[in-house]
């Protein structure tokens, strides 16, 4: 769906509503917001709602924290691993899944930003060569 810049401009004006004081969105805010753009219908509503979700989505990115490992990982490993990207990164939320085919090793993606530590990387890379 094409959106024309009147649009995004639009929708990234209703995103800075849903950024509370400490800069982090507030999901309440975004709900409101959502709802009142639906039950109002202004003028392409549709694209507006798309733009304002598609903001919505890659700030809970980068906000997001996915860790990927070979074999579950124990309290204390998360917790480092936690302290090491608290460090870089504030207000993160966790999801902490596991995936045999890694071998060994992990991946950790926050947003875009994506470390590959796993040994089915460094043999792909091998096999590249």
């Known amino acids: 769906m094409k959106i024309s810049k009147e649009t995004q401009a639009q929708a990234r004006r209703l995103f800075r509503l849903c950024i ?65 990207l608290d460090s870089r990164h ?11 085919n890694l071998i060994a090793g992990m991946t950790v993606q926050v947003a875009d930003d994506v470390t590959d530590a796993s040994v089915r990387s460094r043999i792909a890379r091998l096999t590249v060569r």
């Open 90 to 100: 504030s207000g993160l939320e966790y999801h902490w899944l596991t995936d045999p």
């Open 20 to 84: 509370g004081p400490d800069g982090q969105m507030e999901e309440e805010t975004v709900r409101r917001i959502a709802s009142e753009v639906e039950a109002r219908k202004p003028r392409n509503f549709l694209p507006l709602l798309c733009a304002f979700t598609d903001l919505v989505r890659r700030e809970k990115q980068r906000h997001t924290a996915t860790v990927t490992s070979a074999i579950p990982l124990t309290e204390q490993e998360q917790a480092a691993i936690r302290t090491k």
